[in-house]
């Protein structure tokens, strides 16, 4: 295609997407297991459909305010102080289509030809692509297995130069599961703040974690004037197709994000926002019951992975998703990972999906049943055998 802007050879993908689309055209020839896609496999609560049906009803669907409904910006503002034991502002909230938008608009607006910003690595492969995309340089961090996936502050201090505007971090991490501890994040925020960079805290996974109280960066008064957090409602509340998300700064940044929501997209879907309101404010029973159930499939496959030759898995502390080891197998894990979907039917990401640093792993999304998850080691179990 011709004279097409040079930025867009700069522009990366999601390959989440891509083996769904794989997996789904095998599904005609065989059975597929499905633990590639990162979204939960519960339905939304039934009471937040209930209050988007009656939102469509009573006239929710014309525009609303390009930084959110007020009084979904108020909730925001008080149910995520809640989660994280700090006070937050309405004037400090975005809602946004997602919880991308956050991550691309904060680039958009902090990031110039050249700046760098640093990344987790392996990491959600939309912060390099984006960081590029703006003309950004990314400059990766390696998360490393023998610190449970932990970003190591103090070679993240190595990295910083005059010419770092921006550091992302995610904490519970996808694809590793990893958290940060609350030392990680002190020591990230005195860095930060000494290098008067910005932050952006991807905290989607927040409330899937199984062990401890989230810690969250935003607990550390000096970074506030810096800091970008990023969370929404599609992996806590089951939303992934609703697109809602938000993200919360100072009331300054979160007045041009807005204005770049005008300019973008206009603003989020006024129903869904009306439905999120009563995501916050209703009952969270069938929340907890979620985080129940993936700690069992974590149990599941965490053990069931460790007991095939050639596999080594830490247990993750949050999010979904199992991040094993395979050099033991003798394998390159793209080729590992093509040949458990197209030949076992099992599909799974190769870590090299989630950036260079992820040689060597695989990614096993467990928002499955503990049937399939139990049916999919017995099909990794069997195709590791007949090598």
């Known amino acids: 295609m011709k004279r097409l802007a040079k930025r867009m050879s700069r522009l990366g993908t999601e390959t989440a997407f891509d083996c769904l689309c794989r997996a789904k055209a095998l599904e005609h020839k065989m059975e597929v297991v499905h633990l590639e896609i990162g979204e939960p496999d519960f339905d939304t609560p039934k009471h937040i459909c209930e209050s988007a049906k009656r939102a469509i009803d009573q006239g929710w669907t014309h525009y609303g305010p390009s930084a959110g409904l007020p009084e979904l910006r108020e909730a925001i503002a008080d149910y995520a102080g809640r989660v994280r ?25 902090l990031v110039e030809e050249g700046d760098e910003v640093i990344y987790p690595n392996p990491g959600f492969p939309i912060y390099e692509s984006m960081i590029s995309y703006m003309g950004g ?18 070679e993240m201090a190595s990295l910083m130069n005059p010419r770092t505007k921006l550091i992302i971090i995610n904490s519970p991490q996808n694809p590793t599961g990893g958290v940060l501890t609350r030392e990680d994040l002190r020591m990230i925020a005195d860095i930060a703040q000494k290098s008067d960079a910005w932050v952006l805290a991807d905290e989607i996974y927040s409330e899937i974690l199984y062990e401890g109280k989230f810690e969250s960066i935003s607990q550390f008064p000096e970074i506030s004037r810096h800091l970008i957090i990023l969370d929404g409602f599609s992996k806590t509340f089951a939303m992934t197709g609703w697109r809602i998300g938000y993200g919360i700064m100072p009331a300054e940044m979160a007045t041009l994000l807005a204005k770049i929501q005008t300019n973008t997209n ?11 309101l009563d995501a916050l404010k209703g009952p969270h029973d069938e929340v907890n019951q979620m985080v129940a159930e993936f700690r069992r499939r974590r149990d599941t496959i965490v053990d069931g992975l460790n007991e095939i030759p050639g596999f080594r898995c830490k247990k993750p502390a949050g999010a979904f998703y199992a991040f094993p080891n395979t050099e033991g197998t003798g394998t390159d894990c793209e080729v590992l990972a093509d040949r458990l979907l197209e030949e076992s039917g099992v599909a799974c990401l190769a870590g090299t999906c989630f950036g260079k640093y992820g040689n060597g792993f695989i990614r096993f999304s467990y928002a499955n049943s503990v049937e399939n998850i139990e049916k999919a080691l017995e099909k990794v179990r069997k195709a590791l055998a007949n090598r």
């Open 85 to 109: 034991g700090i006070r937050f502002s309405p004037e400090q909230v975005v809602v946004t289509p997602g919880g991308k938008p956050v991550m691309a608009f904060a680039i958009m607006a």
């Open 266 to 276: 206009s603003c989020t879907a006024s129903f869904t926002q009306r439905a999120c």
């Open 137 to 154: 340089r990314p400059v990766p961090i390696q998360l490393r297995e023998e610190k449970d996936f932990r970003l190591d502050a103090e």
